[in-house]
Nanobody, 126 residues
Framework: QVQVVESGGGLVQAGGSLRLSCAASGRTFCDNAMGWFRQAPGKEREFVSSISYNGRNTYYAESVKGRFTISRGNARNTVYLQMSSLKAEDTALYYC???????????????????WGRGTQVTVSS
């Protein structure tokens, strides 16, 4: 079994910053690509950012490019999302996801990811 747990969400004013953390544990024997997605009320889940297994490749949605930064931690299959210049439209439940394939690269597709966390809420007040 693999568990994915996110943390770091909260309430922040527009223009502020937050840092989300995510760690995958359990039966993970290699480094995998990881991603962040978000879902606002009444909307479909959407891609935010992804990072390859070794951290060398990153991929961002146009809506967050230049404001969000994804990075890997030193521990296996940990990832961070530094969010700056937050806007009200960034308000959503943020999910972390892990690809099942070892040495995998970035992907914006939800069906590329095999393991998902339960999400952490980010609320940006305007």
């Amino acid at each position: 079994q693999v568990q994915v747990v996110e943390s770091g969400g909260g309430l922040v004013q527009a223009g502020g910053s937050l840092r989300l953390s995510c760690a995958a544990s359990g039966r993970t024997f290699c480094d995998n690509a990881m991603g962040w997605f978000r879902q606002a009320p009444g909307k479909e889940r959407e891609f935010v950012s992804s990072i390859s297994y070794n951290g060398r490749n990153t991929y961002y949605a146009e809506s967050v490019k230049g404001r969000f930064t994804i990075s890997r931690g030193n521990a296996r299959n940990t990832v961070y999302l530094q969010m700056s210049s937050l806007k009200a439209e960034d308000t959503a439940l943020y999910y972390c996801a892990l690809r099942g394939a070892c040495l995998s690269s970035t992907s914006s597709r939800t069906d590329s990811y095999d393991y998902w966390g339960r999400g952490t809420q980010v609320t940006v007040s305007s």
